[in-house]
């Protein structure tokens, strides 16, 4: 069973760059596609960024396009999201979640994944 945990968050003031990390463990990186999702109470979750199975081709929100940075290490077993340029707007629960089904050679933001991570809390305010 793969168990992710998200770490990192936290309040940043606006124009902040923290980075979130999801630890992955009970499976190999590799063989997964990996996501960010954030959820703000009332509203859809909305999928932030994913890099896909292998490693390969990343997708972006456009809300976050060109602002955050998702990337992995593969041995480490580690997932990154950098965050710059923060806005109020980007004050969110964040999520990581994975899924070894998605065979894509694009990574999708508007599907379910099957593993979830018990979510960051980011807070964007001065």
């Known amino acids: 069973q793969l168990q992710l945990v998200e770490s990192g968050g936290g309040s940043v003031q606006p124009g902040g760059s923290p980075r979130l990390t999801c630890a992955v463990s009970g499976g190999a990186l590799h063989y997964y596609a990996i996501a960010w999702f954030r959820q703000v109470p009332g509203k859809e979750r909305e999928g932030v960024s994913c890099?896909?199975?292998?490693?390969?081709?990343?997708n972006y929100a456009d809300s976050v396009k060109d602002r955050f940075t998702i990337s992995r290490d593969s041995a480490k077993n580690m997932v990154y999201l950098q965050m710059n340029s923060l806005k109020p707007e980007d004050t969110a629960v964040y999520y990581c979640?994975?899924?070894?089904?998605?065979?894509?050679?694009?990574?999708?933001?508007?599907?379910?994944?099957?593993?979830w991570g018990q979510g960051a809390q980011v807070t964007v305010s001065s």
């Open positions: 890099v896909s199975t292998g490693g390969g081709a990343t």
């Open positions: 979640a994975a899924d070894g089904g998605m065979l894509y050679r694009l990574c999708p933001l508007d599907q379910e994944y099957a593993y």
